[in-house]
Structure formats: C-alpha cells, structure tokens
C-alpha cells in the first residue's frame, strides 16, 4: 500500500521559517517525481513545486520563488519543503504527492499524503 506522510507543519510568524518532511512507503521512491501544493481555505488546491526522479530538476511556483526550496533524499524516501521568508498568505494545508514524470498539474501525480496545516500569523 502506497503511503505518503507529511510532517512539520505548524504556527510561525511573518518572516519565519517552517521545513516539511513528505515520507513515502509502498513505492519505490527513486522512480517518481514528487511534488507538493497547497489549498487554503475557499480555494483550489495549487502547485507549490516538484523535483524529478534524481532531484536534478526543480521547478517552483511563482508565488514561492526565493522563497521555497523543494528537495528529495532517494536514500531515505523523504521529499522536503524549505519554507523562508513566510508571509500570511502561505497559510494552507501542504499535500505532498507523486508522479511518474515530472510535471506540475495535480492531474500527473498519482498518489497523495493527507496533507500538513501551515498557518502564518502576522
């Protein structure tokens, strides 16, 4: 059974910093693309970023750019968040995901985690 299990989510300021973990069982991880989004309250989920297969390529969202850094560890089946620079408007509850080719629609990814609650305060 595949699983995907976010973690590190949580309550910080404007300004600061929050790093979610995405850890993947049932899979095998090096195979997939892995990316993450975010819903927040009253909107569409939306892309955040991804990596590929062997975290040689990233791509970020617009709106995250400078600011969010996506990262994998193959050995360990974990996908990372780096989130800096936090603003209010980042609050949402963060899904990771996985994909077998690196893409950036929700439609390309094919399995999902339960999702993880930022909140940033002002």
């Known amino acids: 059974q595949v699983q995907l299990v976010e973690s590190g989510g949580g309550l910080v300021q404007a300004g600061g910093s929050l790093r979610l973990s995405c850890a993947a069982s049932g899979l095998t991880f090096s195979n997939y693309a892995m990316g993450w989004f975010r819903q927040a309250p009253g909107k569409e989920r939306e892309f955040v970023a991804a990596?590929?297969?062997?975290?040689?390529?990233?791509y970020n969202d617009d709106s995250v750019k400078g600011r969010f850094t996506i990262s994998r560890d193959n050995a360990k089946n974990t996908v990372y968040l780096q989130m800096n620079s936090l603003k209010p408007e980042d609050t949402a509850v963060y899904y990771c995901?996985?994909?077998?080719?690196?893409?950036?629609?929700?439609?390309?990814?094919?399995?999902w985690g339960q999702g993880t609650q930022v909140t940033v305060s002002s």
């Open positions: 995901a996985a994909a077998s080719i690196f893409v950036v629609t929700i439609q390309g990814y094919k399995y």
């Open positions: 990596i590929s297969w062997r975290g040689d390529s990233t």
